[in-house]
């Protein structure tokens, strides 16, 4: 349903992240709001939304400051960044610790 497509979309939007994270943005980001049915008053809209900007601004402010976010992607769970990990299985054994010491804690 829906979720497949946002999820099909999104997987679009990172797999061109190089793309589209320079100055030329919004023209990427229309060519891809032209993909998904949407015009380019729709894109430029959104691109332009203070309240979209601000909690965008307000969520790299709170990884910063709040998290010791330096770069991305970094993952934080219960307040610990999770680093320690070198491949997708060693990233979710340490989530999977976490989410078993979280039921445990219940």
Known sequence: GSEMC?????KTLF????????????????KYGAQMGLTRDDIRACLENEDIL???????????EEHN???TPT???????LDRYRT???FFALVDAK?????AAE
């Open 6 to 10: 946002i999820r099909d979309r999104l």
């Open 75 to 81: 993952f934080v769970v219960d307040g610990e960044h």
């Open 69 to 71: 976010v330096g770069s």
């Open 88 to 90: 997708k299985d060693d």
């Open 15 to 30: 797999a061109n992240q190089q793309t589209w994270v320079s100055d030329n943005a919004a023209t990427e980001f229309v």
């Open 54 to 64: 601000d909690t965008i601004n307000e969520n790299i402010r709170i990884g910063r």
């Open 99 to 103: 989410y078993e010491a979280a039921l």
